[in-house]
């Protein structure tokens, strides 16, 4: 299962734990997902999606049934919903 947003596309990034010495290990910084049910009323149904922190809050100020279609649009919800 792959860490991305179906709303906003954001993915995984790499970079270096950077130590005191200047020492460089490389990392990960993980999306802050969760698997959130939404209800979309045009269609009378219940939708699953992974979604990160800025996906619920661009959900909450445009309504899910336009974050959706931009998401289709820009094509960061690969499945069909």
């Not at 922190?53 to 919903?81: H, N, P, Q, S, V």
Request: glycine share 8%; charged share 35%.
């Amino acid at each position: 299962m792959s860490r991305i947003c179906e709303i906003t596309g954001k993915r995984p990034m790499s970079g270096h734990n950077v130590s005191h010495a200047h020492n460089k290990t490389k990392r990960k910084f993980k999306v802050n997902l969760f698997k959130k049910r939404f209800y979309i009323p045009e269609e009378g149904r219940w939708v699953t999606l992974k979604v990160s922190k800025e996906g619920l809050k661009l959900i909450d100020k445009i309504g899910i049934a336009e974050a959706l279609k931009r998401a289709k649009a820009k094509g960061y919800l690969t499945r069909k919903i």
